[in-house]
């Protein structure tokens, strides 16, 4: 018997970025599992053939490069193509980088805006269209480094920072048909080979560190208009409090 969630949950139509790996992975999983038919885009193509293994059904793949205007088109095709409509979109892709001032090269800025920002830009242009028709949603995958930086982070940090703007701008040009919304993870453990320590859980308000998991229930409660259809424009802080920590150097 399928769950409540499973059951309450509309059918419908997803792009998922970043796809194959990490949280996009994990949100690819979950939509899946929510009877939801998804369009899977990643570069890497042996991570996505290895995804399409290990699910059954409602999946079709795109390798491609998010910062190339060309896979945004050949995406939303996709899904028109396989499915007949396109419910909503999730750009998840992106990249870190860091390295000192000095050392920051302008290709090495230029590429990390390009895949984090500027694929969400390519994206939405793309789908609104078919985005308008379905009522749709887009969720862009920020980052609490838009609202905090470590040193040495400013094309990752900047990028984030651009995608919480350029989601309420989206929200305010697509209004009334298309909800856009983003989520700032804070840590989020996406690699199983590395290890945690107690002092990585202690840390955080909610006693652990993130899952890819929590992402991507929040992910699919936003793209469910039934449950969040009165949320647009925002940028949902997810991060187990640290945000919000007060912290001290004695």
Same mark, same amino acid.
């Given at each position: 018997?399928?769950? #409540? ?20 992975? /994990? ?12 369009? &899977? ?5 042996? &991570? ?21 205007? *060309?896979? =945004? ?6 899904? +028109? *193509? ?7 979109? #999730? ?17 090495? !800025? ?8 500027? &694929? ?25 480094? =838009?609202? @905090? ?8 940090? &900047? ?5 919480? /703007?350029?989601?309420?701008?989206? $929200? =305010? ?8 919304? $983003?989520?700032?993870?804070? !840590? +989020? ?8 320590? *107690? *002092?990585?859980?202690?840390?955080? !308000?909610?006693?652990? #560190?993130?899952?890819? =998991? ?16 009165? @949320? ?9 409090? @640290?945000?919000?920590? @007060?912290?001290? #150097?004695?």
């Amino acid at each position: 018997m399928a769950s #409540v969630q499973e059951r309450e949950t509309p059918s419908l139509v997803v792009l998922v970025t970043g796809a194959a790996r990490g949280i996009g992975r /994990a949100i690819t999983v979950r939509c899946l599992a929510a009877n939801m038919k998804v369009v &899977a885009v990643d570069q890497n193509e042996t &991570a996505l053939e290895r995804l399409s293994r290990e699910v059954s059904g409602g999946l079709v793949s795109l390798v491609g490069d998010v910062a190339r205007q *060309e896979t =945004a088109g050949a995406a939303v095709a996709r899904a +028109i *193509e396989s499915f007949g409509k396109l419910d909503g979109i #999730v750009s998840n892709a992106g990249i870190f980088q860091s390295a000192p001032l000095g050392e920051t090269t302008l290709d090495e !800025w230029r590429r990390v805006l390009d895949v984090n920002l500027t &694929a969400s830009f390519l994206l939405a242009r793309a789908g609104e269209r078919a985005l308008r028709a379905a009522r749709g949603s887009i969720v862009l995958m920020a980052s609490t480094r =838009a609202l @905090m930086s470590e040193p040495d982070t400013f094309a990752y940090s &900047a990028s984030k920072g651009g995608l919480v /703007a350029l989601c309420h701008s989206l $929200a =305010a040009s697509l209004t009334p048909d298309v909800r856009v919304n $983003a989520i700032s993870p804070g !840590w +989020i453990h996406a690699r199983e080979d590395e290890g945690l320590r *107690e *002092e990585d859980h202690a840390q955080h !308000w909610a006693g652990r #560190v993130g899952r890819p =998991a929590d992402v991507a229930e929040l992910v699919l409660y936003l793209l469910d208009g039934e449950r969040s259809g009165f @949320m647009t424009g925002a940028n949902l802080v997810l991060d187990g409090g @640290m945000t919000r920590k @007060m912290l001290y #150097v004695e």
